[in-house]
């Protein structure tokens, strides 16, 4: 995933694609990458707040971003199986598609 604005150019991947770029920094904490597909993209009021309580609630960080039609919510490596399990109690299913830990 990158991401680019007037500041900064900001590249997620994974550790063996770090020598192809021209590094600045790199984060020193590990991610893993939870990955829920939205049927309503831009129509879906509160849906950030109703992902993010829950997660709020047991206390695990996240960092949300959104693209059209799917939303990546990051958190730390040691969270992640806390993480999904979060999800699935809010009532997102893992059918192998929508809900992936990568």
């Not at 799917?70 to 979060?86: P, T």
Request: with cysteine.
């Amino acid at each position: 995933m990158v991401t680019r604005d007037e500041k900064e150019t900001t590249v997620v991947t994974t550790p063996e694609n770090l020598g192809d770029l021209d590094l600045v920094s790199v984060h020193p904490d590990r991610w893993r990458l939870l990955s829920i597909d939205c049927s309503h993209p831009f129509e879906c009021v509160g849906f950030i707040a109703t992902v993010a309580n829950p997660f709020r609630a047991a206390g695990v960080d996240i960092l949300f971003t959104s693209t059209f039609t799917r939303d990546w919510v990051f958190v730390k490596e040691e969270s992640s199986v806390l993480a999904a399990k979060v999800l699935e109690s809010a009532g997102f299913r893992n059918k192998g598609e929508g809900l992936d830990i990568l």
